[in-house]
C-alpha cells in the first residue's frame, strides 16, 4: 500500500523556519516526481514546490523563492521542505505528493498518491 506521512508542521513566529518531512511506505520515492502543496482556509490547493524523478527542475512558487528549498533523501525514502524566513500568508496544510511523471511537474492533478497533510501556522 501506498503511503505519504507528513510531519514538522507546527507554529512559529514570522521570520522563523520549519522544515517538513514526507516519509514514504511501500514505494520508492526516488522513481517518482515530488510536490508539496498547500491548502489555506477558503482558499484552492496550490503547488508551492516540486521536483522531478531526478531532481532535476526544481519548481518554486514565486512568493516562496529564496524562502523555501526542497530535497529528498533516497536513503529514508523521505522528501523535505525546508522553510525560512516564515510570513502570515505561509499559514495553511501542508501536503506532499507522488506523481509518476518523470518530470517537474506542480500540476495537482498529475499526482496520483497525497499524504494527510500537516498543519503550518505563522503567527505572532
Known amino acids: 500500500q501506498l503511503q505519504l506521512v507528513e510531519s514538522g508542521g507546527g507554529l512559529v513566529q514570522p521570520g522563523g523556519s520549519l522544515t517538513l518531512s514526507c516519509a514514504a511506505s511501500?514505494?520508492?520515492?526516488?522513481?517518482?516526481?515530488i510536490g508539496w502543496f498547500r491548502q489555506a482556509p477558503g482558499k484552492e490547493r496550490e503547488g508551492v514546490s516540486c521536483?522531478?524523478?531526478?531532481?532535476?527542475?526544481?519548481y518554486y512558487k514565486d512568493s516562496v523563492k529564496g524562502r523555501f528549498t526542497i530535497s529528498r533523501d533516497n536513503a529514508k525514502n523521505t522528501v523535505y521542505l525546508q522553510m525560512n524566513s516564515l510570513k502570515p500568508e505561509d499559514t495553511a496544510v501542508y501536503y506532499c505528493?507522488?506523481?509518476?511523471?518523470?518530470?517537474?511537474?506542480?500540476?495537482?492533478?498529475?499526482?496520483?498518491?497525497w499524504g494527510q497533510g500537516t498543519q503550518v501556522t505563522v503567527s505572532s
Open positions: 511501500g514505494f520508492t520515492l526516488d522513481y517518482y516526481a
Open positions: 521536483i522531478s524523478r531526478r531532481d532535476a527542475n526544481p
Open positions: 505528493a507522488a506523481s509518476g511523471r518523470w518530470y517537474t511537474t506542480c500540476q495537482a492533478y498529475e499526482y496520483a498518491s
